[in-house]
């Protein structure tokens, strides 16, 4: 561990770039997801995607290009976005008469076609999401974490009145934290974000947020009401029972690319990847060993395992290339693969294999009777055992004794001496942006979210010493 | 039909409308995909991408901004979408160095990509499919089937020899056929493009067309061998076995949204949509009839057919509504629903419900005890059925006795006059690309493919009478 804590950042990037999940290329922050990356998003994809359809969701595919003046119509929205636009500005060897932006996400070009779809009560709830490319032009750019170009999905819902829309917003974010801590293995705080770290346009931002190994945020996942905001701006209106016109209340969530970026931070050790099974491309590799080419039956063997993992839905892959078993021992755990089976001719004699689960250490002798039932408990044990883990790590670096300003300072100062990282820390919030913004610029740490269900609860603001209002993670965050 | 062949444009864009598949929007050529038009492409992007992946292909994912120079490269793609793209030129405030392009397909990045991943012969074959979206800046649009951005998959592989990578062109080709006319129940010819015809870019292409209800073809999915000349552009070299550089041969192949609007066009009728029943979002509709508000019971039964229905995993739909059972039937048929089951009080009393396939006329008397079974049935029938009208469509408008420019003529003259549409004509061609350009001048007849099975063979040039080189289906196309 402390090869990684003494430059996660060089680590992360090489470690992606060696478990060949990306590549770079000459546009900048833009990246290509390769075969590995791209087939752990279809898991997340696949999940997603089932757990909307079954609570009333349908997908849409929404125009990519924005035209300027839609985004003019949500005064906090265009602030909050414009910075970062890229802008088609020629098309087929004509200049536009009006600059089109390539969506950064779409509550403007969806408010404007809700407008139309939406007349009277009857209509409502409209609960749709979409899959989509979305660009947000930064300076500072992190594969996964942070590109000029992602994959994403938007969900826009548009409700009778603030009840439904709130009961929706919090329904979608328990649905986010549900899959990142099931599916990923990622335990995440639920919680509020203060008024500054809002979603431009949004009423109220919600937000999953999980601790990486170096001890930085991330915001797995955020879902947004956003009143009646962008009903005014862009005058989606309905005729309600009582025959009046009322605007509509919406909602939007989201969730992207990043979580394969949190994945790695999450799990990923000094070798490499650590990829919970639920979403492995390669859940289990076999390999033989030993003089295993003089002894045909070792990957006979092998091609039974094989067949009987795949017949499960297992994925899996037998290595029987020319390598030795060391470097396929290493790239393979390069790559994250869950578990691994080897059988030598001594194994096969002795009607046994070992077995060997990425996280752990120690290999474990199984009986070739029961393998297969051997390799389906243990992905189903590392899955539970990475959340656990996980949350053990969060816990030790979740700091809740922290009062003052100045013990922050104290504390951070000993975490840089002591090449510990410095973790979360939880502590009371009077309500005040100047004192988030203190906080911040002294310490770079900033609220992640109010937690539902904080460890503790503060009473003292961190910074002025006043009757806290809140109690806040604060973090650095990604 | 009258009024669909009048004036077919029309009625399409009316019934994609209505049937509320679509919305436009103020970018132009840019439409919104509706939840039923979306759902219709997942089904088939479900049923595409299991072939692919069961053919050895992986999905990746690409960066859609693609730098000018890319395009500089390969000088027949350059010339071919050049006139047709949009560029980006401004970003986050600045102007860019360099314009980029958003991808109109991806050829050049890939190749660029591929250059690096690709260097000994262990590394090949690459079989990557991607999903995403593309941009076409063109004057004329048409919902689905010619629009400004679209979505499709493109697939983009690598190979050792020309042998393997045609091998691959024809293997994707079938698949296409395969999907179409079995998910989609459309008809194509297979066949190889004329020069004129071809990718900018291919040595060769390939494609299935299919014939719409107004005689004219679509290109419904194209196959491409494109030999070195893009491993040349791109440098994508290998070391083979004998340890000598040598270029790759790559193809690629695509389908897209415009497959939806094929769908519409090959089995819609005046009364809307009618959808293959493998594709349809609501592949069944119960509707109660007679006096069924005051018989508790109807609805009682209905709700008992919906979960059985539910419970085989087909699409159903319970319209309780307030609307009129005729309004009702309207409706459900503008969305070309397959399968409707009626069910009144008298009905209830026999034990028996009317059971209308969208595509016939009369309804039948179905035993409530085998109403399953029934509806089970008639969509497998449906299914197949659409395949065989289509197909008798399309023999019905073939023209395989045509010899001369003149006879086609001819031909067109009289189909005017006579109201009918005017088809596919089958004929011979020379290979000389003047004769094909003056029959496209003449009668805005193209080359649409030559088959590999054609009805008959032509012996000689449809314009210039000398020895035919091919059998050619000549049409006009969308
Ligand atoms: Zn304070
Ligand atoms: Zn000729």
């Not at 997908?59 to 839609?70: K, Q, T, W």
Request: charged share 30%; glycine share 6%.
């Amino acid at each position: 561990m402390s090869q990684m804590t003494n430059n996660f950042s060089k680590w992360y990037i090489d470690t992606i770039q060696k478990a060949d999940l990306i590549d770079y290329t000459p546009v900048r922050g833009c990246i290509a997801f390769k075969p590995d990356s791209y087939e752990i998003w279809e898991h997340i994809q696949a999940e997603m995607d089932k757990r909307f359809k079954e609570t009333g969701h349908r997908n849409a595919y929404f125009p990519m290009l924005i035209p300027e003046s839609f985004f003019q119509k949500e005064k906090d929205h265009i602030e909050g976005f414009s910075p970062e636009l890229p802008w088609v500005t020629e098309a087929a060897g004509e200049e536009l008469e009006e600059r089109l932006a390539l969506r950064p996400t779409s509550e403007t070009m969806i408010g404007h076609l809700y407008s139309n779809w939406i007349k009277s009560y009857r209509d409502l709830p409209v609960l749709i999401n979409q899959w989509a490319n979305v660009f947000r032009w930064e300076k500072k750019t992190l594969p996964f974490i942070r590109t000029s170009e992602f994959l994403w999905q938007e969900g826009h819902t548009a409700h009778v009145d603030e009840e439904e829309a709130r009961k929706e917003t919090m329904q979608m974010l328990s649905i986010y934290k549900e899959v990142v801590e099931g599916l990923l293995a990622i335990p995440v705080y639920d919680g509020q974000k203060t008024p500054s770290e809002r979603f431009a346009g949004a009423v109220d931002t919600f937000s999953i947020e999980a601790m990486m190994k170096d001890g930085k945020a991330v915001q797995a996942g955020t879902s947004h009401y956003l009143g009646t905001k962008f009903a005014e701006a862009f005058d989606i209106k309905y005729l309600n029972k009582e025959n009046k016109h009322t605007y509509v209340h919406t909602t939007s969530w989201g969730t992207s690319t990043r979580l394969i970026g949190s994945v790695i931070m999450v799990h990923g050790d000094e070798k490499g990847l650590v990829l919970p099974p639920q979403i492995a491309p390669t859940q289990v590799v076999l390999i033989p060993v030993g003089p295993w080419k003089k002894n045909p039956a070792i990957v006979e063997k092998l091609d039974e395992i094989f067949a009987a993992l795949k017949a499960k839905g297992i994925r899996v892959h037998l290595d029987d290339s020319d390598q030795s078993p060391g470097y396929k021992f290493n790239e393979w755990e390069l790559k994250g693969v869950p578990v691994r089976i080897e059988l030598g001719p001594r194994d096969l004699e002795n009607q046994q294999a070992l077995m060997k689960a990425r996280d752990e250490d120690e290999k474990v002798s199984v009986s070739l009777d029961a393998v297969i039932e051997h390799v389906e408990k243990e992905l189903e044990m590392m899955q539970t055992r990475l959340l656990e883990k996980a949350k053990a790590f969060r816990t030790e670096n979740s700091h809740t004794h922290i009062e003052t300003l100045d013990e922050l300072t104290t504390h951070l100062e000993k975490s840089k001496e002591q090449e510990t990282i410095p973790g979360w820390v939880l502590a009371g919030w009077c309500g005040d942006d100047a004192c988030e913004e203190t906080i911040k610029e002294k310490t770079k740490f900033t609220t992640r979210n109010i937690p539902f269900n904080p460890p503790t609860t503060k009473h003292k603001c961190l910074n002025c010493g006043k009757e806290a209002k809140h109690t806040v993670w604060f973090a650095r965050a990604y």
